[in-house]
């Protein structure tokens, strides 16, 4: 591969940029010659062809003549020089040079037919000078064609190979003290506020003797456990928290019960009522009889 050289110029400037870096410094001459060439060989022959369409005959045939002639030969010169330029094989470009040679004849037996043997007039040799053209155009197309796939191939190729060395690399692993240290610097320097409370260098919490003795602390205080209840029993705990209706208690035993109960109620009553009367007679007849002893004896003295 040829050296880069700063005095190359401007066209070694655009093959780096649009193709890469040329094998051969004449393949990038020849190659832009060519392709230039075919680009000015079109414009002559538009030139001339709206140059000859200004004349009467016999002077337009004589100017529209060389007209088709390098227009014929423009465009196989041009696609040439696009398979010079590629890093095409060899067989490549031999394919495209012998299509150009062919088109070249093609472009010599139009010269030559027209135009008295062109067209219908005298012997007509357009069909046969057309078909030889066409198949030298063909190969110089398929040529020009097959250079440029296999550039896109290469370029691809290149792309994946360079894809896949970086893949092949060895990956990046940070151990924990390297990521530490990179947060540290990347906090050094910030100050953090909690509510306004000045930042402290210290790392112990200490509070005085004095800061919880008004406080009451019930260690022992037993935890409230609140459980849901239904549906129905949430929806008549919020209709009382709005107000306006008050809770009703209904009993669930029936009257039955109730009466047996009363019944129950009644006669303990009783009970208790006649136990407090035989306890009173019981106090009442001791005292009775000791005065009773107390009147004898009066009497007997």
Known sequence: MAAEDPADGYLFDLYRRYIGEPDDRTDVYVGFGLFLGGIGFAIVALLIYLWSSTLEAPAYFVWVEPAYSVAMISL?????????????????????????AVTVVAVGGFLYAYPDHWNR???????????????????????????????????????NEASGDDQDGEELTYSDEEIREDIDAAMEGVELSWGGVQKSENKRLTFSDHEFDSENLDTNMATKTTRSSGVDA???????????????????????????????????????????????????????????????LVNRN
């Open 234 to 296: 949430q929806v008549a705990g919020l209709k009382g928290l709005k107000g306006g209706e008050k809770k009703t208690a209904v009993s669930e035993s029936s009257v039955d019960d109730q009466t047996q109960k009363l019944k129950e109620l009644r006669e303990q009553r009783r009970k208790e009522q006649a136990a407090e009367e035989a306890g009173g007679r019981r106090i009442t007849n001791p005292l009775s009889g000791l005065l009773e002893r107390l009147r004898s």
């Open 76 to 100: 196989p010169v041009l696609m040439l020089g696009i398979v010079v330029l590629l890093p095409s094989e060899r067989r490549v470009l031999y394919t495209s040079i012998a299509g150009l």
């Open 121 to 159: 007039y005298g012997n007509n040799y357009t069909t046969q000078i057309v078909a030889v053209y066409a198949v030298g155009l063909a190969g110089v197309t398929a040529s020009t064609g097959a250079a440029l796939i296999a550039h896109y191939l290469e370029m691809a190729q290149a792309v």
